[in-house]
């Protein structure tokens, strides 16, 4: 079973940025599509951001124009840049595959506050 874990998150003010980091056990350059999500306090969690295999990205409405995900297959990590960002980011932030298919890590908190 791959093994992930998360890492990069922080306090930051309201339009700041943060480098999220995912680093996988095993090698992630066969798995097709990889993605972040993110889950609220008292909410589900949700899909950010996703990269196929080619490099093909997606992001949810909320974070298109804010967030960048990447992803380097020869060092097993994933990675999410994250700009401008607002309070409602807040949450902790996992990656996984597209279909959540590994076991989920710890997560990494991402606190916008002033």
């Known amino acids: 079973q791959v093994q992930l874990v998360e890492s990069g998150g922080d306090l930051v003010q309201p339009g700041g940025s943060l480098r999220l980091s995912c680093a996988a056990s095993?090698?992630?350059?066969?798995?097709?599509?990889l993605a972040w999500f993110r889950q609220a306090p008292g909410k589900q969690r949700e899909l950010v951001a996703s990269?196929?295999?080619?490099?093909?990205?997606n992001y949810g409405d909320s974070v298109k124009g804010r967030f960048t995900i990447s992803r380097d297959n020869a060092k097993k990590k994933l990675y999410l840049q994250m700009n401008s960002l607002k309070p409602e980011d807040t949450a902790v932030y996992y990656c996984?595959?597209?279909?959540?298919?590994?076991?989920w890590g710890q997560g990494t908190q991402v606190t916008v506050s002033s």
């Open positions: 996984n595959r597209v279909t959540a298919a590994w076991p």
């Open positions: 095993e090698s992630i350059s066969r798995f097709a599509t």
């Open positions: 990269i196929s295999g080619s490099g093909n990205t």
